[in-house]
C-alpha cells in the first residue's frame, strides 16, 4: 500500500511541474464538459431524441446514472480518501474543489461506462469517446484532484459497472 501511496504522490507532483496557460485552457473546457455528467447527459438526450437511438440513448442514461450512484454514492462514502489538493493545500488549486472524496474519480468511471456503453451502440463514436474519457481523467490528476489510482480504478469501476448494467439491463 506504502508503495501505492508514493507512486501516487510522486506523479502527482511531477504533473504539476508541467502546468502551461494553453494546456490548462484546453484541459479546462474537457474536465468541465464532463461536470455532473454533463457531456454524456447531452449524448444520452440527443439519442433519446431520435427514433431509431431512443432505446440505446434509455439504455445509456440507464448505465450513466448506475455508474454515478455506484461510484459517487456508495464507494467514495466508504473510501473517504482525501484528495491531493487536501493533503498538498500549497499547490494552488485551478478549478474549484469538487465535493466529495477522492476515490475513485467519479468524472473517470462514468466517463469510460459511457464510452463503453456507446462502443456497443456504435464503434466509432464509441472510440471518440474513449479518447475523450482518457483525456477527462488525465485532467483529474492535472488539476490536483484525483492521483493516479483513483483515476485508474475509475476506469475499472466505469467499464466494470457499465458491463454488467448492460448485460443485466438486456435480458430485462
Known sequence: MNTMIQFDIRTSMKIQKYKKPLLTKILLFITKSANG???WIMIAACMIGVRQWRNSGILFGEVLAITAFINNL???????????????QNIPLLIKRPVGSSFPSGHTAVSFACALTLCTINIPAGIAAFIWAA???FTRIYFFVHFPTDVFFGIMSGVLISSVSIFALSIM
Open 135 to 137: 483525456l477527462i481523467g
Open 74 to 88: 456508495i464507494i467514495k462514502s466508504l473510501v473517504m480518501r482525501k484528495r491531493p489538493c487536501d493533503l498538498f
Open 37 to 39: 455528467g454533463c457531456i
